[in-house]
């Protein structure tokens, strides 16, 4: 019987980067597994999932457009978010890697353990790619930041690979400068201060670093994850005997609203604040952040390139 060459844990880790790129990624990384598995709690491990796990891959895609911080909070809640493109490159990335390598993957699910509810993810997807480097925590809610990406979607792919792990970021970029010096004067961070639902505290130390970071999750669900109004809608239908407060409950112009977002499919029922997003500098003005700049980026790169070739030939 002849024997599988063995492969190359550099190269197919390269090959998969490259895939995850070329697939609309902007970032990809590979966590410590080792790291994931004693930090996660039991039963949220990526062993719990898949027992011969070898790898965690994460990969991170952009957030809005620069055009959609500047549009008013009650447009921007139907299309800020971008997970779902995240969701579909990890998704491919695990057929990728069993018919590229012959080795078992599979997309991680990144939806809530349905024994334990609406608070309690199965898989922790920001700390996959916190460890893999790809993001640092920040003090609005501890939504993971880059240095020059700002604000992404994040998705993870597992895998019996055995890859070479990335280094958590040696620097968080929050706070950033202009936020710090903010907290001096008022003790409050934008993203702190302009909080609808007045969620976010912490406090900055005398290096400018993060010391402490407080966020009140009920206080967002209650303001943000209109899904949980939806069986609360319903019981209060239920449970009343006036068919016009039935009406009013079910049909009334405000909670039209939520049957639309769920029939159009966006996810417009989860969290879809974007507040503290939209004042954070690292979010909306890291030097790649801005769709725009990316954009100008790459055609230089591609110009100079034709250049050369043409140089050459």
Request: charged share 20%; net charge neutral.
């Amino acid at each position: 019987m002849t024997r599988k060459p063995a492969l190359d844990p550099v190269a197919v880790k390269q090959a998969i980067v490259e895939y995850c790129l070329k697939k609309g990624a902007l970032v990809a990384g590979v966590a410590d597994l080792a790291a994931v598995e004693r930090i996660a709690p039991a039963g949220h491990r990526p062993s719990d999932l898949m027992p011969r796990v070898k790898s965690v891959i994460s990969i991170g895609v952009g957030g809005s457009t620069q055009a959609a911080w500047r549009v008013p909070a009650k447009a921007l809640g139907y299309f800020g978010s971008t997970e779902s493109r995240a969701y579909k490159i990890v998704y491919g990335l695990a057929f990728f890697i069993e018919q590229k390598f012959g080795v078992q993957a599979v997309y991680c699910p990144p939806d809530m353990d349905p024994e334990l509810g609406a608070r309690y993810p199965l898989q922790s997807l920001k700390l996959h790619a916190e460890l893999a480097g790809i993001g640092a925590r920040s003090l609005a809610g501890d939504i993971l930041l880059h240095p020059d990406y700002g604000y992404m979607y994040f998705a993870s792919c597992f895998t019996e690979l055995e890859l070479p792990a990335d280094k958590p970021l040696a620097e968080n970029p929050c706070p950033a400068p202009s936020c710090v010096s903010m907290f001096r004067q008022e003790g409050r961070t934008p993203c702190m201060k302009f909080c609808p639902a007045q969620c976010l505290s912490g406090d900055i130390d005398a290096n400018g670093k993060q010391a402490a970071m407080h966020y009140d999750m009920a206080a967002c669900a209650e303001l943000t994850q209109q899904f949980e109004t939806v069986p609360q809608l319903l019981r209060d239908a239920i449970a009343t005997d006036d068919p016009e407060e039935r009406e009013e409950l079910l049909l009334g112009q405000r909670n039209k609203v939520l049957w639309y977002k769920m029939t159009v499919g966006n996810g417009g029922l989860f969290a879809q604040c974007f507040e503290c997003m939209r004042v954070c500098p690292i979010a909306t003005a890291a030097p790649l952040a801005d769709p725009l700049k990316r954009g100008a980026v790459r055609r230089a790169a591609a110009a100079q390139k034709t250049k050369d070739d043409g140089d050459a030939s």
